[in-house]
């Protein structure tokens, strides 16, 4: 069925009149509101850990700089700071992941969410 066939019968199953179709325009724009503000917030959160990560980083190099400097052996891995600033840049990124992959799982819900309350389906 080509996207025409389904805008017709889409418009012929959900026949609004002007208040109603004025009504559901105001829902969809504040619920498209409600989440741009929720986005937005995610958003500032991991900027905010993104920088966190860049500062781990800085003291991960400082970290390797310090431990070889002067020296023309090995960096020890097993150095308690190096290792906690690899465990910190580990969690961020990780956590940097998750937060991304569950900003986009939670638009798919809410537009899988707002095509079942207004159009009484899901896709």
Do not use: C
Request: hydrophobic letters at 40%.
């Amino acid at each position: 069925m080509s996207f025409r066939e389904q805008m017709d019968r889409l418009v012929r199953s959900f026949e609004l009149n002007p208040w109603q179709l004025f009504l559901v325009g105001w829902r969809l724009i504040l619920s498209e509101i409600r989440w741009n503000f929720t986005r937005m917030f995610r958003q500032w959160e991991i900027r905010q850990m993104k920088k966190r990560l860049d500062q781990e980083k800085l003291k991960l190099a400082e970290a390797v700089v310090s431990g070889t400097s002067g020296r023309q052996e090995a960096l020890n891995l097993k150095d308690s700071d190096l290792d906690l600033v690899l465990g910190q840049v580990s969690f961020l990124e990780e956590e940097i992941s998750h937060l991304e992959n569950e900003l986009q799982a939670r638009r798919r819900a809410f537009l899988e969410n707002r095509m079942s309350r207004y159009l009484g389906r899901q896709d």
